[in-house]
């Protein structure tokens, strides 16, 4: 069974950094895409950034130049760097990976920027 464990998210003032953590566990061959998505309060959920087998990245628009994703295969953990955060960030993170043309979700982690 798939399991995916976040950790990193918190409160942070306007300006700061935080790093978000993924690790999926029960995983029996390479994870294809692993990403980031985030959900503010009354909107939709939207994809933050993704990361490829191969090393490729896709961001959204918003968090282009501030945010990083990455990973390690070797762990079968997905990072999310966020630096120079905002307001607008504030959202409930969830980690995604596509695995075997399934998708798996995390349960979510709160970042809360104050302004």
């Known amino acids: 069974q798939v399991q995916l464990l976040e950790s990193g998210g918190g409160l942070v003032q306007a300006g700061g950094s935080l790093r978000l953590s993924c690790a999926a566990s029960?995983?029996?061959?390479?994870?294809?895409?692993m990403g980031w998505y985030r959900q503010a309060p009354g909107k939709q959920r939207e994809l933050v950034a993704r990361?490829?087998?191969?090393?490729?990245?896709n961001y959204a628009g918003s968090v282009k130049g501030r945010f990083t994703i990455s990973r390690d295969n070797a762990k079968n953990t997905v990072y999310l760097q966020m630096n120079s955060l905002k307001s607008e960030d504030t959202a409930v993170y969830y980690c995604?990976?596509?695995?075997?043309?399934?998708?798996?979700w995390g349960q979510g982690t709160q970042v809360t920027v104050s302004s």
């Open positions: 995604n990976i596509q695995q075997l043309g399934l998708n798996y």
């Open positions: 990361i490829f087998n191969g090393g490729s990245t």
């Open positions: 029960g995983i029996i061959s390479r994870i294809n895409v």
